[in-house]
Nanobody, 117 residues
Framework: QVQLVESGGGLVQFGGSLRLSCAAS????????VGWYRQAPGKARELVAE???????NYQDSVKGRFTLSRDDSKNTVYLQMNSLKPEDTAVYFC???????????WGQGTQVTVSS
């Protein structure tokens, strides 16, 4: 059974930092592409950052220079370091993994991030 469990969300003030974690079980994370998404109230889910193979990560323009995706395949865990947080970063953050070349993908349950002004 595959599970992705996010943690690390919470309430933070403008300019603060949080580190989200996504712990995977039931898969070998090293085989998967990983991504962080977010969904704000009344808005569509959007891609924040992704990493296909442990190489360079890609970021949404609004978070470039502030967010960093990293992965520790030995721990089967993906991280999202978020610095200089803004109120517009407030959303539920989800991790997703997908097996390249297939339709196989899994989502976590999400973790709430709230940034106060």
């Amino acid at each position: 059974q595959v599970q992705l469990v996010e943690s690390g969300g919470g309430l933070v003030q403008f300019g603060g930092s949080l580190r989200l974690s996504c712990a995977a079980s039931g898969i070998d994370l090293g085989l998967y592409a990983v991504g962080w998404y977010r969904q704000a109230p009344g808005k569509a889910r959007e891609l924040v950052a992704e990493n296909a193979d442990g190489g360079q990560s890609n970021y949404q323009d609004s978070v470039k220079g502030r967010f960093t995706l990293s992965r520790d395949d030995s721990k089967n865990t993906v991280y999202l370091q978020m610095n200089s947080l803004k109120p517009e970063d407030t959303a539920v953050y989800f991790c997703r993994v997908n097996l390249p070349g297939t339709a196989l993908n899994f989502w976590g349950q999400g973790t709430q991030v709230t940034v106060s002004s």
